[in-house]
């Protein structure tokens, strides 16, 4: 008998699902049930007012959205900290019933399909506060350097929706959306888009509107308030030109104007690699944040001082700034091309990852590249699997979805041992899956197909398996000729990638298998035999015959 999942999750509290422990609530979050696939939102209009004062918000969110399949009952999602005054649809207040961090509203009737519908939520309170965001996401109120009331959002992981009212799912991007936000007069209120108005209200506060006029992950909505000042700049591509703005905050303004510099020539690389910076119409812009970055949708946020690397750390000598080449990799890979399930996450951060590898070398050479990646590599943790759980708002390992997918999209490219179709595959898969959503399943079957190798069990093997793989490799002298004996582990019984040794700076390339395969190599001691470390992503063991 096939158990409805969604009423599994009803009637059991807690549930474990690949050896974790899971919630309704979690499922709530996480998984798109009947009462959520019935919908399809069009556009948001959020609304609000920010008091520094308290820290809190009020203000209303208006949804359009269009009927798909007629239901009565349907699922939003709002912080359970946050209090919603009241649901007006078709100038009639709707029941609602709230659960955890999602509420229910009740239609009188059915919806008519293929109908465009709007709703307004009318809500209030004080969102939660982040401990360490951008990791752990919500508002950041503070004082800059000059003392004036500053205000940032991180909500990657917890969601839009722990500070406004959403259909609070990967699955369901707006077409567009509008922001509102009321502000103290003297302060700036910037997010995603172009601005669309500015005006005051009255000798204390302003009114300003945002406009996105794309497709966005909710996450990716951002508010900023503060003391900014504008630089603004232009890039120009096939005799069209791209507006760029930076934020900042007032007194940073020629450190900014000399940091940036790189933005451009980062910009040129990217549209070489991929194409066009996919929001043109939007324009591009960093925003300058008191948290370390985020790939907010067309206003980037920006935190790391000004300073190359990771704060100035990260990686050593080299002489472009981390945070903004990761997270303007993310318009390309997370915004431009999305997953519908944060358990796929990786999709957005290993090619992100990846990027800044594929940057470096564009910009520095393939060697560089190659040292780029191993520091990448040390990173590596192989805590749990790259893949999280669907469907319960659960991502995979927080820091292999980065590294360890760089890597395995790195070992891939070397079994290609193409580069002109290597970089024509990426290329055209994210033109292929420009503001689409995806699978991994997607990702797994264009680049088979297009490199013409069964990729399957290397991606599963690293996404799947929060082990790396190992070769199992022992010698045997054969009359002073060392023979080399080399397979895959037992769990790699499928794993079908290669992997590369050299013998006096000559380079072979090996296919182990599930049993052992031996090579003469012509050498007289093992020593002479180099498993290189700079092309395939394994660990090796050395094979103890019984």
Not at 30 to 39: A, I, M, T, V
Not at 206 to 223: A, E, G
Not at 314 to 322: E, L, Q, R
Not at 472 to 496: R, T
């Amino acid at each position: 008998m096939k158990l409805n999942l969604y009423f599994f999750f009803f009637f059991f509290s807690k549930y474990s699902l690949f050896g974790q422990i899971f919630s309704y609530e979690d499922s709530l979050r996480g998984f798109l049930n009947e009462d959520r696939k019935w919908f399809d939102v069009k556009y948001y209009d959020l609304s609000l007012d920010v008091n520094f004062n308290n820290r809190s918000i009020s203000g209303y969110n208006d949804i359009f959205f269009n009927v798909i399949d007629s239901k009565c009952v349907m699922q939003m999602d709002l912080d359970k900290k946050l209090k919603i005054d009241s649901v007006v649809f078709n100038n009639n207040k709707l029941e609602f019933r709230r659960e955890f961090n999602s509420f229910f509203l009740t239609f009188s009737k059915k919806l008519e399909v293929n109908k465009n519908y709007k709703l307004r939520i009318y809500y209030r309170g004080s969102p939660k506060e982040a401990i360490n965001p951008p990791w752990d996401g919500g508002f950041v109120w503070l004082k800059d350097h000059n003392n004036f009331n500053w205000l940032g959002v991180a909500c990657q992981g917890v969601g839009a929706s722990i500070w406004w009212p959403c259909k609070d799912h990967l699955s369901d991007k707006p077409d567009s959306m509008r922001v509102t936000c009321k502000i103290p007069k003297k302060l700036k209120f910037i997010s995603n888009g172009n601005i669309e108005s500015d005006s005051l209200i009255n000798d204390k506060k302003r009114q300003i509107t945002w406009k996105i006029s794309y497709p966005i992950n909710i996450y990716n909505v951002s508010l900023n308030v503060g003391n900014y000042v504008n630089i603004n700049d232009m890039y120009y591509s096939d005799n069209d030109s791209l507006v760029i703005d930076y934020y900042v905050i007032e007194g940073n303004e020629n450190k900014a104007f000399n940091h940036f510099k790189q933005v451009k020539p980062m910009l040129k690389v990217y549209e070489e690699l991929f194409d066009k910076y996919p929001f043109w119409d939007d324009g591009f812009a960093l925003i300058e944040s008191s948290y370390l970055g985020m790939e907010h949708q067309s206003g980037i946020a920006y935190g790391n001082d000004f300073k190359n690397g990771y704060l100035g750390k990260y990686p050593k000598n080299i002489d472009f700034d981390f945070i903004i080449i990761h997270e303007s990799a993310h318009e390309y890979w997370g915004n431009s091309v999305s997953v519908d399930d944060i358990s796929e996450l990786w999709i957005h951060e290993s090619f992100a990852t990846y990027t800044e590898a594929l940057f470096v070398e564009k910009k520095y050479g393939f060697e560089s590249m190659l040292d780029y990646l191993l520091y990448q590599k040390k990173l590596i943790k192989n805590d749990k699997p790259v893949i999280g759980v669907h469907g319960v708002n659960s991502s995979g390992s927080k820091i292999d979805m980065y590294y360890k997918g760089s890597w395995m999209l790195h070992s891939i490219r070397n079994i290609v041992l193409n580069d002109i179709l290597w970089f024509k595959t990426i290329k055209d898969f994210y033109n292929f899956c420009k503001f689409k959503i995806i699978s991994t399943e997607d990702v797994i079957n264009y680049f088979s197909k297009k490199l013409e190798y069964n990729l399957e069990p290397i991606f599963l093997k690293f996404l799947k398996s929060k082990n790396l793989p190992v070769l199992e490799y022992y010698f045997e002298n054969n009359n002073n000729n060392f023979v080399l004996n080399y397979k895959w582990d037992i769990e790699s019984k499928n794993f079908n990638m290669p992997i590369s040794i050299s013998i006096d700076g000559q380079r072979i390339l090996l296919f182990p298998g599930s049993e052992f395969k031996k090579i003469s190599l012509n050498i007289k001691a093992e020593s002479q035999c180099n498993f290189e470390n700079n092309y395939f992503l394994y660990e090796k063991s050395k094979y103890k015959k019984h």
